[in-house]
């Protein structure tokens, strides 16, 4: 499966490609330089212009492999209109290569409306399924949607099938939900109400923590939070202000934190000093949370 690229998962990989990691303090971190792993991806043209399925593709051979089709969903997600659309995104494969996360978006407008991100009736359904494409299973019920999602480290079995999603629990607030696979019914909100915000979340390598930031607030900062998940406490890492040039949509510079490997250090993207960069952070900051037992 390390051979496996997910179609859908691609959208960043380019521009990853062509930055330098920098320190906090400006300088260019040339020691980890462009991304080595990070491979080119190859594009699927689209079925239809109105639903969009999830491909597998070998990159050593370049075949590639329908995972799930639109009509394997049907039942399972909001009727599309004949103006509308539907389609499958954000695919992710769980760190032990057995699984994989999507999410299913239908909207009622045509793909022009989708970008303007006005007036559309967009419904979001979250899955997951098999390495192969089977067992297709949906993740919450009616209305709690999805957003932002990470697999937990495969340090057990157990661990290899739960994932840490953004949703709107129980219908009444969007927060940091974990769940497990085959134990959907057991999904639990970490932290309380300090947590409850849509972001980018993701667990550190060893599985004790989850941090992740959210949209700017009323002041024009974004929020970046850091949770234990033995006892859900929950501490404060960093507030970034988002200048005015980058508060467009199609603009605009979310932190996306991403963990080293080997938890010493944790990259994020941020435009508090004026232009879009890629920072890195040596983990003793976290200190007076991460060294806690």
């Known amino acids: 499966m390390s051979d496996f690229f997910l179609k859908e998962d691609n959208a960043n990989h380019e521009r990853f490609q062509e930055q330098h990691l920098r320190h906090r303090d400006g300088r260019r971190c040339r020691e ?21 399925p999830c491909r597998l593709r070998l990159l050593r051979t370049g075949e590639a492999k329908l995972l799930v089709s639109c009509a394997a969903l049907k039942e399972m997600v909001p009727d599309v209109p004949p103006s509308g ?18 999410l299913s978006r239908s909207v009622s407008e045509s793909m022009e409306g989708v970008k ?26 009616n209305g709690w949607g999805a957003s932002h999602f990470n697999w937990k480290t495969a340090l057990s079995e157990l661990d290899a099938r739960t994932m840490v999603v953004t949703c709107n629990w129980q219908n009444e607030v969007y927060t940091h939900v974990e769940f497990t696979v ?29 941090c992740g930031d959210g949209y700017w ?11 234990r998940l033995a006892d859900g406490a929950v501490s404060d890492i960093g507030d970034f202000y988002v200048p005015g040039i980058y508060r467009e949509t ?29 920072y890195v952070a040596n983990c003793e900051i976290f200190d007076k949370i991460t060294s806690v037992p």
């Open 182 to 210: 085959g134990e959907e019914e057991k999904a639990h909100r970490i932290a309380g109400p300090e947590m409850d915000f849509d972001g980018h979340c993701i667990y550190s390598p060893d599985g004790r923590f989850v």
């Open 217 to 227: 607030d009323d002041r024009f900062f974004r929020h970046w939070k850091m949770v």
């Open 85 to 102: 659309m539907s389609y499958i995104c954000h695919t992710v494969i769980s760190k032990d290569m057995k699984r994989v996360f999507f």
């Open 116 to 141: 303007k991100f006005g007036g559309v009736n967009w419904q979001t359904t979250a899955f997951t399924c098999n390495a192969d494409g089977t067992g297709i299973r949906r993740c919450f019920p």
């Open 250 to 278: 199609y603009s605009r510079c979310d932190l996306h934190p991403r963990w080293r490997p080997d938890g010493g250090a944790i990259a994020f993207n941020s435009v508090h000093e004026g232009s879009r960069q890629i």
């Open 32 to 52: 980890w330089g462009p991304l080595p792993h990070i491979r080119q991806p190859a594009f699927d043209t689209v079925d239809t212009a109105r639903f969009r």
